[in-house]
């Protein structure tokens, strides 16, 4: 009897996995058939740090697209060769489309990639201060 509990819960954890990533796909409104890394965006006054959960992408199956307050980061997680027992990993292609509140400097990015999370520095860019009616 213990061992069916235990493999209720179990199933019931895949299923809140589950939900939980289509959630994230429609709130992120990404296509479905492609995985959706999380993301963290912190502003940090002059720049924004993105924080992007990317395990087993290696840095040549990334690829960054900046244009105004929108960046985009899409790249390919490769599955490992071998017979799979289980696999709840998502592989394949995934793209992340975000708009920031404020522009960025075109071609600032700095990334690194550790313990398979990608890190993107973006500087914002200057306001141009408007004319003040007098």
Do not use: C
Request: net charge neutral; proline share 5%; no cysteine.
């Amino acid at each position: 009897m213990t061992i069916e509990r235990f493999d209720a819960i179990e199933r019931l954890q895949t299923i809140r996995q589950q939900l939980d990533e289509l959630s994230r796909r429609f709130s992120s409104q990404e296509v479905f058939g492609e995985w959706v890394p999380a993301v963290d965006v912190l502003d940090e006054g002059k720049q924004y740090r993105i924080l992007v959960d990317v395990p087993g992408v290696k840095n040549q199956d990334l690829e960054l697209h900046e244009e105004g307050q929108t960046i985009t980061l899409a790249g390919v997680r490769h599955p490992l060769e071998g017979n799979y027992t289980r696999q709840e990993r998502p592989t394949g292609q995934f793209r992340r489309t975000l708009t920031l509140p404020e522009a960025i400097v075109p071609n600032s990015a700095q990334a690194s990639l550790k313990g398979g999370v990608l890190e993107l520095v973006l500087q914002k860019a200057s306001k141009v201060p408007g004319k003040r009616k007098k």
